[in-house]
């Protein structure tokens, strides 16, 4: 089955400093890519959704300048959370599917998520 | 604007019983729903996909029903197994972009 992996799976960072995350569909070509946040015991949130060579599209409440994605290739998509603060401290999952985006039962394949700590 | 909740938000059974999910969602103009699997600080497995079409999905132990119309799905686990445990996700796909809208969750125990 199709396979998405992420790295880290788990980062600790001071902060101020900015990290990246990489999201990469190892066996298929990913058209669009989606990042998720997840707190505790709650649900997955969409943050943006991306297609291969353009910009992403951002959900409502989602600062672009603080979360830049960059989706450069059909099988690599990376999150950059920048000048990282406490209450950046997340599980972010990403997802990828190799529809066009056209909403029609589209499958996604998740990553196993990164574990993000900021102290 | 869609929303999705799941009852119960936990449940604890004892080994071998059969239980049952819920999941409702306030618009009924869907594609499809999913159920997933979420084991602590992992990713998500698929467990299950109805389209809008369709009434039921089964795989093994697991079925799933919707009745769009009334906005509703259920997951039933027959004769539950401690390897059972986790929490399971309700999502819809909703909207363009393939967008998926996830409820909060029902975290299941099952104990021996």
């Known amino acids: 089955g199709a396979v998405v992996s992420q790295h880290p799976s788990r980062v600790i960072c001071k902060s101020g400093t900015s990290v990246k995350i990489e999201c990469r569909s190892l066996d298929f070509q990913a058209t669009t890519m989606f990042w998720y946040r997840q707190f505790p015991k709650q649900s997955l949130m969409l943050m943006a959704t991306?297609?291969?060579?353009?910009?992403?599209?951002?959900e409502q409440g989602v600062e672009k300048d603080k979360f830049l994605i960059n989706h450069a290739s059909l099988t690599l998509s990376t999150l950059t959370v920048t000048s990282a603060h406490p209450e950046d401290s997340s599980f972010y999952i990403c997802s990828a599917s190799a529809g066009g985006g056209t909403g029609f039962s589209d499958t996604q394949y998740f990553g196993p998520g990164t574990r993000l700590t900021v102290l | 604007k869609q929303e999705v909740t799941q009852i119960p938000a936990a449940l604890s059974v004892p080994e071998g019983e059969n239980l049952v999910l819920n999941c409702s969602f306030t618009d009924s103009a869907i594609y499809n729903l999913q159920w997933f699997r979420q084991d602590p600080g992992k990713g998500l497995t698929s467990l299950l996909l109805i389209q809008s079409s369709q009434r039921e999905q089964t795989s093994g132990r697991l079925n799933a029903s919707l009745d769009k119309s009334s906005g509703r799905s259920t997951l039933y686990i027959a004769a539950s197994q401690p390897g059972d445990s986790a929490t399971y996700l309700c999502a819809v796909l909703s909207g363009g972009y393939n967008k998926l809208i996830f409820g909060a969750g029902t975290r299941l125990a099952v104990h021996p």
């Open positions: 991306s297609n291969e060579g353009s910009k992403a599209t951002y």
